[in-house]
């Protein structure tokens, strides 16, 4: 049972900050990709930011140079750090891990969501 938990959540002002985790629990060999996406009412899920286990990141041209995802291995948490947040970045925000249960099997798994609001 491997199961990811999103939290950092919340109500902010335009131009503050907020700080997104994820943690995978379970049986879990290693994680692979991690990742979060974002859902606004009516709109198309897409892609935020994205980081592979050697480190190497993606961001969505919307975010790049405002948000910044980690990862703490040890801990198999991703973070997102989202500053000079807009009311466009409001949505529910959901962490998804390409785990890797066995060896040679992974699977994804994806977040239950937790919802950013940002206020002008």
């Known amino acids: 049972q491997v199961q990811l938990v999103e939290s950092g959540g919340g109500l902010v002002q335009a131009g503050g900050s907020l700080r997104l985790s994820c943690a995978a629990s379970?049986?879990?060999?290693?994680?692979?990709?991690m990742g979060w996406y974002r859902q606004a009412p009516g709109k198309q899920r897409e892609l935020v930011a994205s980081?592979?286990?050697?480190?190497?990141?993606r961001y969505a041209d919307s975010v790049k140079d405002r948000f910044t995802i980690s990862r703490d291995n040890a801990k198999n948490t991703v973070y997102l750090q989202m500053n000079s947040l807009n009311p466009e970045d409001t949505a529910v925000y959901y962490c998804?891990?390409?785990?890797?249960?066995?060896?040679?099997?992974?699977?994804?798994?994806w977040g239950q969501g937790t919802q950013v609001t940002v206020s002008s």
């Open positions: 998804n891990a390409e785990i890797l249960i066995h060896y040679s099997r992974s699977r994804d798994y």
């Open positions: 980081i592979t286990s050697g480190g190497s990141t």
């Open positions: 379970g049986s879990i060999f290693g994680i692979n990709v």
